[in-house]
């Protein structure tokens, strides 16, 4: 099966070589030119545009997966796309979008005959490597014809149609937000426990809590591994910076008037990070970089 993969960032790059290791033909694409050069001595066919992408495929249907930044990034590309696509082919957005503007991206690319499906992929860099979570939306038809795709690429049972266009972005937004809630929580208990006893051996108590505990968990898998590496996380600011997707959550909420006290507060404790260094802010950077390669600001 061909499919088309513009955006060769830490997931995409790895989202490939999940599709080369499921027998997919690929014919990739980025602006950064050594992003491109890696992927191609791994193996993963590259072009010389987003134009070229579309082309090289000759499927009746053309599917062509989008891996890059939120914003007027995937609009460029659509809009790039559009002079290449006829009516039949799909664009599968596998970003992290507001579910606002696929729903309105959607709309558009309806009215050439191109489907647009956006899903979210959870699972980070090594899930996209080794099997991901997706969470589909948009036409139900569209998702049919390449539910191979999210099979193929997901962990087993790891994928879902969630239903309309714009709902599959929704259900990761939401995912995410939890995500903030429950890294704070993680992240606040290792405070109270260093702020009680520094010598305490955090790695070890997150070790011993993910063997038959209530809260073990992947979250708490990779803070081990985190704390592991640094004992005191010494090494790195409290600094949390977010991508979007927990602003989004409450701000939704406060739209629909449900109360989201713990998503909302784990929120403002990334802002406040920005301010104040402190021990819970190292824990939820440490555990941004371990599971998504995000940045962590390293101390002087």
């Known amino acids: 099966m061909q499919i088309g993969l513009i955006g060769l960032g830490k997931m995409g790059?790895?989202?490939?070589?999940?599709?080369?290791?499921?027998?997919?033909?690929?014919?990739?694409?980025?602006?950064?030119k050594a992003a491109m050069e890696k992927m191609a001595a791994q193996g993963i066919t590259t072009t010389k545009s987003v134009g070229e992408v579309a082309q090289a495929i000759?499927?009746?249907?053309?599917?062509?997966?989008?891996?890059?930044p939120a914003g007027s990034a995937v609009d460029i590309v659509i809009n790039n796309?559009?002079?290449?696509?006829?009516?039949?082919?799909?664009?599968?957005?596998?970003g992290n979008s507001n579910y606002k503007d696929t729903v309105a991206r959607a709309r558009d690319l309806d009215k050439m005959g191109i489907?647009?499906?956006?899903?979210?992929?959870?699972?980070?860099?090594?899930?996209a490597l080794h099997g991901v979570c997706t969470m589909i939306g948009g036409k139900k038809e569209a998702f049919d014809h390449c539910?191979?795709?999210?099979?193929?690429?997901?962990?087993?049972?790891?994928?879902?149609?969630?239903?309309k266009s714009g709902t599959?972005?929704?259900?990761?937004?939401?995912?995410?937000?939890?995500?903030?809630?429950?890294?704070?929580?993680?992240?606040?208990?290792m405070e109270l426990l260093h702020r009680y006893d520094a010598d305490v051996n955090l790695a070890n108590v997150a070790n011993l809590w993910n063997h038959g505990s209530v809260v073990r968990s992947w979250l708490m898998e990779l803070t081990q591994h985190a704390l592991s590496k640094d004992k005191n996380l010494e090494s790195i600011k409290g600094v949390m910076h977010s991508s979007g997707e927990g602003k989004w959550t409450v701000?939704?909420?406060?739209?629909?008037?449900?109360?989201t006290p713990v998503i909302?507060?784990?929120?403002?404790?990334?802002?406040?990070s920005q301010t104040e260094d402190t021990f819970s802010g190292k824990i939820v950077a440490a555990l941004r970089n371990e599971f998504g390669g995000h940045a962590v600001e390293k101390k002087e």
């Open 13 to 32: 790059h790895n989202l490939a070589l999940n599709f080369k290791k499921n027998n997919f033909t690929v014919f990739a694409f980025d602006g950064n």
């Open 58 to 68: 000759t499927t009746d249907k053309r599917i062509i997966w989008l891996m890059v």
């Open 81 to 94: 796309l559009k002079g290449y696509l006829k009516p039949g082919d799909i664009i599968i957005d596998g």
């Open 115 to 127: 489907a647009l499906l956006d899903c979210g992929t959870s699972g980070g860099v090594t899930g």
């Open 147 to 163: 539910e191979l795709i999210f099979k193929s690429i997901s962990v087993p049972s790891g994928y879902l149609y969630c239903g």
């Open 168 to 189: 599959g972005h929704f259900v990761k937004m939401v995912h995410n937000g939890i995500e903030y809630g429950m890294m704070q929580s993680i992240a606040e208990g």
């Open 251 to 259: 701000e939704t909420a406060l739209d629909m008037g449900v109360p």
């Open 264 to 272: 909302t507060m784990s929120l403002l404790m990334r802002y406040r």
